[in-house]
């Protein structure tokens, strides 16, 4: 028989085991919902990089859940907010900044953050990459899966057409000279292709932006769609398929156009810097990477997708969700995002990590997108901005295929995205 003594000690022992161990065992569960917008392996690379979180931080349980492409990523997030079974936090487009706020959906990071090294980091990213990021004086989003537009060129095919492999193009007049040359009769190669579904404006933004032009202003609430200078960008991207021959005339998808440039049936690409790491990959050529052409200057927008904190989230879980992003963010996991997919390390201490100097050292390229930072400006990004986005899409479309002028369109783009945008004034 147990004496009293001993009985209370094992019931004690007991007691303080049962209130003890769920303490130790308790998880804060954030739930990222997170969009595949170029293809390749991006799941595995995340996943990846979520693991090695948890097992740094073992009272954090993180589910990614994948969820198509940006579009689909914001229907899906917000779907879950409304149906009470919200996400802590998402990767979106840079650009769904004021939609989410209108709708009350996202917390100001300014207003997470509670420590001055905290309060560093918000200031620690590159600035053109904080233009979709930040409004009204605070920072809304944060970069992670960031981009700039650049042009693939294929060395192997410039030297066929006796042109330099080492000089791509660096005005429109000479895009149009080299393209010629690169295009054969027999329609097996063309000198250049633009894609213009998927993401048109965001190709038409660098057009734009190399005629000296921005589609809208910092409040997201003015467009300038029918500006002289908007006008001519269309009228020269249309005259490169109808004029000049040097790219299928009509629509060129973005989805394929990948495939297209490592089959060798386009000579140039433009497309994002997401692409990078895959055509080192496959590419069967030597290839090169530059900067975008300039008119009156060089630009591209930036693009891609921000992390952002959800409204309906409890304190452990905002601060669970600060402890990621941070992680996600850091110098040393940003290079390693850098070198493994080919968009750009968000901030100037990626660059600086040893790993990304060497990798950068060795493949040059890895460092255009960053480059032509100096040259960005902001994705276009407006309140309403799905519907004004949809207008000048369906502008950039018609006038491409022809069933309107680039005047015409536009117009009625401006006059539409006007209607929308007079309210938020």
Request: aromatic share 12%; hydrophobic share 40%.
């Amino acid at each position: 028989m147990l004496s009293k003594s001993k009985i209370f000690f094992v019931v004690f022992v007991v007691a303080v085991c049962w209130i003890t161990t769920p303490v130790a065992e308790a998880q804060t569960e954030l739930t990222m919902y997170y969009p595949i917008a170029v293809g390749g392996p991006l799941t595995k690379i995340v996943d990846s990089m979520v693991a090695d979180f948890m097992k740094e931080n073992p009272d954090i349980k993180v589910n990614a859940i994948y969820s198509g492409n940006y579009n689909d990523a914001r229907i899906k997030a917000l779907a879950a907010l409304k149906s009470g079974k919200p996400a802590q936090l998402s990767v979106m487009f840079s650009i769904d900044i004021y939609e989410l706020i209108e709708q009350g959906a996202i917390l100001a990071f300014d207003d997470v953050v509670e420590t001055p090294e905290e309060k560093t980091w918000l200031d620690s990213f590159y600035p053109t990459l904080m233009e979709n990021g930040r409004t009204a004086g605070k920072t809304w989003g944060i970069p992670f899966q960031r981009s700039t537009i650049v042009m693939y060129y294929n060395k192997d095919a410039f030297k066929a057409a006796g042109l330099d492999p080492d000089k791509p193009p660096e005005t429109w007049e000479q895009l149009v000279t080299v393209g010629k040359k690169l295009t054969k009769a027999d329609g097996s190669q063309w000198g250049a292709m633009i894609p213009s579904t998927g993401y048109p404006y965001w190709m038409f933004g660098a057009l734009t932006m190399q005629n000296d032009q921005v589609l809208m202003n910092d409040a997201g609430n003015e467009t300038y769609f029918d500006s002289p200078a908007v006008i001519e960008a269309l009228q020269f991207w249309r005259d490169l398929g109808s004029k000049h021959k040097i790219m299928p005339s009509g629509t060129i998808e973005w989805g394929t156009l990948r495939q297209n440039f490592l089959e060798g049936k386009t000579a140039i690409m433009w497309h994002s810097t997401g692409n990078l790491t895959i055509v080192k990959k496959k590419a069967k050529f030597d290839f090169g990477v530059a900067m975008l052409p300039a008119s009156k200057r060089r630009g591209t927008p930036t693009g891609g997708g921000n992390f952002y904190i959800f409204k309906k989230t409890s304190s452990s879980e905002r601060k669970a969700a600060m402890r990621l992003i941070r992680f996600m963010t850091s110098p040393e996991r940003s290079a390693e995002w850098s070198m493994k997919t080919g968009y750009m390390g968000v901030s100037q201490a990626a660059y600086d990590t040893s790993k990304l100097k060497e990798y950068v050292k060795g493949f040059p390229y890895a460092a255009v997108a960053r480059d032509q930072l100096k040259y960005a400006t902001a994705e276009l990004a407006t309140y309403q901005t799905g519907r004004v986005r949809k207008a000048l899409d369906d502008a950039i479309q018609a006038a491409l295929t022809g069933t309107k002028t680039p005047e015409a369109a536009l117009k009625e783009a401006q006059a539409l995205s006007e209607r929308l945008l007079k309210q938020y004034r």
